[in-house]
């Protein structure tokens, strides 16, 4: 078996790093991939542990130097996943598990194929996610307002993942993710098949 890449995509407020930590205490041998990323550090928030934080130079000075499996601008802040530490994870054949962006996903496919599991998590409607997102109390109205704006365009962008999960129940939803995660180890193109099948042919009947 080799590793595979199980991405998470969705809103910001849609619940996805409650989610993932769930899912890094449920399922053995897996590599949560932190995202680098040049905005500032909210309240409650651990340098290398919800994010590694740097400045603009630095990441950019990265993307010159070919060090991020994929990487994009949003709300004039960059975002980037760091390619060593996936490529490891994934020799040790681990379940790598990124929370990136509709452009990260796109990029990462292109690079990785069908190692990939992509999972896209939103909620019910607009009106929900901008309830959630002011309950949390860390953003503005103007920048909710553009949150709310980048989701109805990462909308348009569903059908290129290969599942949808709308989070109305934490625990129905971290089930159902749980699920997909588990069964994208028993993807064909996550085995390695030549050996599997020269091995088993090569057995005495």
């Given at each position: 078996?080799?590793?595979?890449i199980?991405?998470?995509?969705?809103?910001?407020?849609?619940g996805?790093?409650?989610?993932?930590q769930?899912?890094?205490?449920e399922?053995e041998?897996?590599?949560?991939?932190?995202?680098?990323t040049?905005?500032?550090?909210?309240?409650?928030?651990?340098?290398?542990?919800?994010?590694?934080?740097?400045?603009?130079?630095?990441?950019?000075a990265?993307?010159?130097?070919?060090?991020?499996?994929?990487?994009?601008?949003?709300?004039?802040?960059?975002?980037?996943?760091?390619?060593?530490?996936?490529?490891?994870?994934?020799?040790a054949?681990?379940?790598?598990?990124?929370?990136?962006?509709?452009?990260?996903?796109?990029?990462a496919?292109?690079?990785?194929g069908?190692?990939?599991?992509?999972?896209?998590?939103?909620?019910?409607?607009?009106?929900?996610?901008?309830?959630?997102?002011?309950?949390?109390?860390?953003?503005?109205?103007?920048?909710?307002?553009?949150r709310?704006?980048?989701?109805?365009?990462?909308?348009?962008?569903?059908?290129?993942?290969?599942?949808?999960?709308?989070?109305?129940?934490?625990?129905?939803?971290?089930?159902?993710?749980?699920?997909?995660?588990?069964?994208?180890?028993?993807?064909?193109?996550?085995?390695?098949?030549?050996?599997?099948?020269?091995?088993?042919?090569?057995?005495?009947?």
């Amino acid at each position: 078996m080799r590793g595979n890449i199980l991405i998470i995509s969705g809103p910001s407020g849609s619940g996805k790093s409650s989610l993932m930590q769930k899912v890094l205490l449920e399922i053995e041998d897996v590599y949560f991939s932190i995202s680098t990323t040049t905005r500032s550090i909210r309240e409650g928030e651990i340098d290398g542990v919800n994010y590694h934080f740097t400045s603009k130079e630095e990441f950019e000075a990265d993307i010159d130097n070919g060090l991020f499996l994929e990487w994009a601008k949003v709300h004039e802040n960059y975002y980037g996943t760091s390619l060593k530490p996936i490529l490891k994870a994934l020799h040790a054949g681990k379940i790598v598990v990124c929370d990136i962006d509709v452009q990260g996903h796109k990029i990462a496919r292109e690079k990785f194929g069908n190692i990939i599991t992509s999972v896209f998590l939103t909620t019910q409607n607009q009106e929900i996610l901008r309830q959630r997102l002011t309950m949390r109390g860390t953003d503005s109205l103007e920048t909710i307002d553009k949150r709310i704006s980048n989701a109805v365009s990462e909308m348009t962008r569903i059908r290129e993942y290969d599942y949808l999960i709308i989070n109305d129940n934490f625990e129905q939803t971290l089930t159902e993710l749980l699920s997909i995660a588990q069964s994208s180890r028993h993807k064909v193109s996550a085995i390695d098949t030549e050996n599997f099948i020269a091995s088993w042919a090569s057995e005495e009947v």
